[in-house]
């Protein structure tokens, strides 16, 4: 169990250092927006590191929020590097393996960028990493783009409670969480702020 799950969410601080209010008043913020800037930077840093620089790079995000962390990834690299990397999207949703145990889903956009993915090292983006089962379809979704010469995955939290052999190469917060527990990001992008809170847990 999460170690802070016997807290109530009300008593339990943000371990943001900077002076942010909780952006949503549902559940335990554990991040927000400058912790969140922290961990894409140093992912950022991590992605080059093994890299060895930014050629043959691509970033694919996974839909939804996947899409606009791997947009900040590239350009917190183009920062670094002085130069653009591809960046595109994903959808697993025709690769999922619980498709029927799931309310239907409207597939997402795929875009693979112009230069393909064969023989880059594609880095696959996603908020949340928890079952490993939606990393499993996005590697199936990738093999009918092309053969990548390496697949590494970034993901901003991994939850653990992984059902599958899958790991992430670059992690923003290793999060322990109880089962019952969800883990909700929210950007900018598509929501009113960045921030990553904890709702549900035992009772
Ligand atoms: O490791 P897993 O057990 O597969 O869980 C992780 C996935 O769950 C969430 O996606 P969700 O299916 O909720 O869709 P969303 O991205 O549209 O929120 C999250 O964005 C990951 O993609
Ligand atoms: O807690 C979870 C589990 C899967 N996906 C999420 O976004 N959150």
Redesign the pocket.
Known sequence: MCPDAAVPPSSQKSPSSSSETDPVDDGRTVLGASDISRALRRIAHEILEANKGAEGLVLLG?????VPLARRLAAIIAEFEGSEIPVGSLD?TMYRDDLRR?PTRAP?PTEIPDGGVDGRTVVLV??????????R?ALDALADHGRPAAVRLAVLVDRG???LPIRADHVGKNLPTAQTEKVR?RLADFDDADSVTITGGAR
Do not use: K
């Open positions: 996974i839909p939804s929020r996947g697993v799931q997402l996603d908020d949340v990493l928890y079952s490993g089962r939606t990393v379809a409670h992984r059902e990001v």
